[in-house]
């Protein structure tokens, strides 16, 4: 018994160029802006009422607002640097836990274990962006206390391929 396994199309193939901006390698993510509420000041209703509930300004885009490229990128670097490891309850793992560094020497040594903690953990958690360069330092600043610098350029994977830089200084 033969089958027949002849396709018809209909209409015209795409163009190469309605191709490309209708797909990507990578897509655009959106999250969670962070922190969820703002500052107590851009909410508006009576904090020790407990029969009307916050309400929170339109200037701030909802309890649940939306973020996406940069600003989500910057929110999730933020709660990462945060983060101790073993603070999150289903991601133990997650975090850096840097502050065990600060009463260290501050040497090439400790530079190079900071380094790698940091890039390790990004490339397991945020593969949405690629680390270009990665700086960490002591600050010339305050020289008797122990304040560590750590400046991250790096690169969104999606349609924008922006580049923007953050620098986090820990003390």
């Known amino acids: 018994m033969a089958t027949t396994t002849t396709h018809t199309k209909y209409g015209s193939a795409l ?72 603070e999150r309850v289903m991601l133990p793992n997650y975090g850096l836990s840097l502050n065990r560094y600060l009463f260290e020497p501050l040497d090439e040594t400790t530079f190079y274990l900071v380094k790698t903690d940091i890039l390790s953990t990004i490339a397991k958690y945020y593969p949405i962006v690629d680390v270009i360069k990665l700086k960490v330092f002591k600050s010339p600043k305050l020289q008797d206390e122990h304040h560590l610098i750590v400046q991250l350029t790096l690169q969104i994977l999606d349609k924008s391929l922006e580049i923007f830089d953050v620098e986090v200084t820990l003390s």
Do not use: M
């Open 15 to 86: 163009s190469p160029s309605v191709k490309l901006s209708n797909s990507s390698k990578y897509k655009q993510r959106k999250g969670l802006a962070y922190p969820l509420i703002g500052e107590l000041t851009t909410i508006t209703g009576d904090i020790t009422s407990a029969n009307e509930p916050l309400k929170n300004t339109k200037s701030q885009g909802g309890y649940f607002s939306k973020s996406q490229g940069v600003s989500l990128i910057r929110n999730n670097l933020r709660q990462l640097f945060l983060c101790e490891k073993g």
